[in-house]
Nanobody, 116 residues
């Protein structure tokens, strides 16, 4: 059974850093594309970052480019999102996901709140 368990999150101040780990089970993180999305208050879902299996290349949404880093530790079967220079507009529910074949699987969300 594919499972993604997200921990971390919380309340931080603008300029702070935060790292979100997403522990995977039922599949190997090194074998599938994995991603992060978020949903801010009163907003629709927003894609944040993706890491590809082919070459480990990473892509980011414009609002987080240069500040966030997606990575994975295949030995720990865990996906990470390192968030630096956090801004109040980064306040959102963060979710990690994996695409396996034609199916998408998502974790529960974790709230990140950035105060000014």
């Amino acid at each position: 059974e594919v499972q993604l368990v997200l921990s971390g999150g919380g309340m931080v101040q603008a300029g702070d850093s935060l790292k979100l780990p997403c522990a995977a089970s039922g599949f190997s993180t090194g074998n599938w594309n994995m991603s992060w999305v978020r949903q801010g208050p009163g907003k629709g879902p927003e894609w944040v970052a993706v890491i590809n299996i082919c070459d480990g290349s990473t892509y980011y949404g414009n609002p987080v480019k240069g500040r966030f880093t997606i990575s994975r530790d295949n030995a720990k079967n865990t996906l990470y999102l390192q968030m630096n220079s956090l801004k109040p507009e980064d306040t959102a529910l963060y979710i990690c996901g994996v695409t396996i074949g034609a199916s998408d699987y998502w974790s529960q969300g974790t709230q990140v709140t950035v105060s000014s």
